[in-house]
C-alpha cells in the first residue's frame, strides 16, 4: 500500500518526469525550427507621450510549431540559451527587424527606433558588435534608430567589460536600454553606473499604481531620476486609460502596451496613427 506521503513524490517524480519530457520536446524542435526558420516578429509601438506620436516599435520574436502551435518566448527563450541557440536566434531577429523598420522608415520618410530584446549571453559574446555593424550596413538603418533592451541579468556579468561595450555600442550612436526595471534586483546605482540611455518601467508597477499608492510614488519617483540623470523613461503594460493620463501627468517620456496596441505583425503596422 503506498502511504499518502509516498504517493504525493510518486506524483512529483511524474509531474519532473513531465516536465523535462516537454523540454526535451521543445529543444527538438527548436532545434529544427532553427534549421527551418519558422521564427517571425510581432512589432509593438512605443508612444511618445508627448505628442502621441508612434517614435519605435519593439521586436518580439513568435515561434508557430506545426506540431504544437504557438510557443510563447518565455517558454523556449530560456532553452534557446542553455542550449547554445540564442545567438542564430537573435541574429536572425536583428536582421529581420533591422530590414523590417529600414524599409518602414524610407515608406513614411522619418526614422522611426526600433527596439530589440538581446539575451546577456549574446550580448558578451564576441561576434555582437559585429553583426551590429553588418546588419546596419546592409540595412542601411541609422545606429541612432536602433535600441538594444537588456535585462537586470546582464550586470551579473564583469562590470569593466561591460561598461567598455556599452561605450563602444554608445560611440556608434546605438540606445541601450534596461529592461523591466524594478523587478530582480536592480539598484538606481546601476542607472547611473552604466549610462543606459533609457529605462522600462516593468509592466507590474504600471498595472499596480492606480491601486498600490506606494507603487504609484515609486513610478513617479523612478520617471523624476532617470529624469535628472538624463535618461529617457518608457512605461510598459499599459492597459488602461488612467493609468495612461497618470504617466503622461507624471511626464514619463514613452509608453507601451495593450491599450495602444497589442504587438502585431509587419503588415498590419499603422506607423502614422496618433494617439
Ligand atoms: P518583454 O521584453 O518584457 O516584452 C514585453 C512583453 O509584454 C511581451 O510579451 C508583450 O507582448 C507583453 N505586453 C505588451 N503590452 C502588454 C500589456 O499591456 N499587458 C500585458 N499583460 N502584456 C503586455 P511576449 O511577446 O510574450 O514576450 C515575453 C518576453 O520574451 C519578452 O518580455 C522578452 O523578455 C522575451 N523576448 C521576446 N523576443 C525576444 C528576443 O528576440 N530575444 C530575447 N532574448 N528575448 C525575447
Ligand atoms: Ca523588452
Ligand atoms: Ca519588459
Ligand atoms: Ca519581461
Given at each position: 500500500?503506498?502511504?499518502?506521503?509516498n504517493a504525493r513524490i510518486?506524483f512529483?517524480?511524474g509531474?519532473?518526469?513531465?516536465?523535462?519530457?516537454d523540454?526535451d520536446h521543445?529543444?527538438?524542435l527548436?532545434?529544427?525550427?532553427?534549421?527551418d526558420h519558422?521564427f517571425?516578429l510581432?512589432y509593438?509601438?512605443i508612444?511618445?507621450?508627448?505628442?502621441?506620436v508612434i517614435s519605435?516599435?519593439?521586436a518580439l520574436?513568435?515561434w508557430?510549431?506545426s506540431?504544437?502551435?504557438?510557443?510563447?518566448?518565455?517558454?523556449?527563450?530560456?532553452?534557446?540559451e542553455e542550449?547554445?541557440m540564442?545567438?542564430?536566434?537573435?541574429?536572425w531577429?536583428?536582421?529581420?527587424?533591422?530590414?523590417?523598420?529600414?524599409?518602414?522608415?524610407?515608406?513614411?520618410s522619418?526614422?522611426i527606433?526600433?527596439a530589440?530584446n538581446?539575451?546577456y549571453?549574446?550580448?558578451?559574446s564576441?561576434?555582437?558588435?559585429?553583426?551590429?555593424?553588418?546588419?546596419?550596413?546592409?540595412?542601411?538603418?541609422s545606429?541612432?534608430q536602433?535600441?538594444?533592451?537588456l535585462?537586470e541579468?546582464?550586470?551579473?556579468?564583469d562590470g569593466?567589460?561591460?561598461?567598455m561595450?556599452?561605450?563602444?555600442l554608445k560611440?556608434?550612436?546605438v540606445?541601450?536600454?534596461?529592461?523591466?526595471?524594478g523587478?530582480?534586483?536592480?539598484?538606481?546605482n546601476?542607472?547611473?553606473d552604466?549610462?543606459?540611455d533609457l529605462?522600462?518601467i516593468?509592466?507590474?508597477?504600471?498595472q499596480?499604481?492606480?491601486?498600490?499608492?506606494?507603487?504609484?510614488v515609486?513610478?513617479?519617483?523612478?520617471?523624476?531620476l532617470?529624469q535628472?540623470l538624463?535618461i529617457?523613461?518608457?512605461a510598459?503594460g499599459i492597459e488602461?486609460?488612467?493609468?495612461?493620463q497618470?504617466?503622461k501627468q507624471?511626464?514619463c517620456?514613452?509608453?507601451?502596451g495593450y491599450m495602444?496596441s497589442k504587438?502585431?505583425r509587419?503588415?498590419?503596422?499603422?506607423?502614422?496613427?496618433?494617439?
Amino acid at each position: 500500500k503506498v502511504s499518502k506521503k509516498n504517493a504525493r513524490i510518486v506524483f512529483y517524480q511524474g509531474a519532473l518526469d513531465k516536465e523535462i519530457n516537454d523540454r526535451d520536446h521543445i529543444r527538438h524542435l527548436l532545434f529544427q525550427a532553427v534549421k527551418d526558420h519558422d521564427f517571425f516578429l510581432n512589432y509593438q509601438p512605443i508612444v511618445d507621450l508627448s505628442t502621441g506620436v508612434i517614435s519605435g516599435y519593439e521586436a518580439l520574436i513568435r515561434w508557430y510549431s506545426s506540431e504544437i502551435g504557438f510557443v510563447p518566448p518565455d517558454a523556449f527563450i530560456g532553452i534557446a540559451e542553455e542550449e547554445g541557440m540564442i545567438i542564430r536566434i537573435e541574429e536572425w531577429v536583428i536582421q529581420q527587424a533591422c530590414s523590417d523598420i529600414a524599409r518602414l522608415s524610407e515608406c513614411e520618410s522619418r526614422a522611426i527606433n526600433i527596439a530589440i530584446n538581446v539575451s546577456y549571453l549574446h550580448f558578451i559574446s564576441e561576434t555582437f558588435i559585429e553583426t551590429l555593424k553588418r546588419v546596419l550596413s546592409e540595412t542601411g538603418l541609422s545606429a541612432s534608430q536602433l535600441e538594444i533592451e537588456l535585462t537586470e541579468r546582464v550586470l551579473a556579468e564583469d562590470g569593466h567589460q561591460l561598461e567598455m561595450k556599452m561605450r563602444y555600442l554608445k560611440s556608434m550612436g546605438v540606445k541601450i536600454s534596461i529592461d523591466d526595471f524594478g523587478t530582480g534586483y536592480s539598484a538606481l546605482n546601476y542607472i547611473k553606473d552604466f549610462s543606459f540611455d533609457l529605462l522600462k518601467i516593468d509592466k507590474s508597477f504600471v498595472q499596480s499604481m492606480l491601486s498600490n499608492d506606494k507603487n504609484q510614488v515609486l513610478v513617479k519617483n523612478i520617471i523624476r531620476l532617470a529624469q535628472d540623470l538624463d535618461i529617457r523613461v518608457i512605461a510598459e503594460g499599459i492597459e488602461q486609460q488612467e493609468q495612461y493620463q497618470k504617466l503622461k501627468q507624471f511626464n514619463c517620456d514613452y509608453g507601451q502596451g495593450y491599450m495602444l496596441s497589442k504587438p502585431v505583425r509587419y503588415e498590419a503596422l499603422e506607423p502614422g496613427k496618433q494617439f
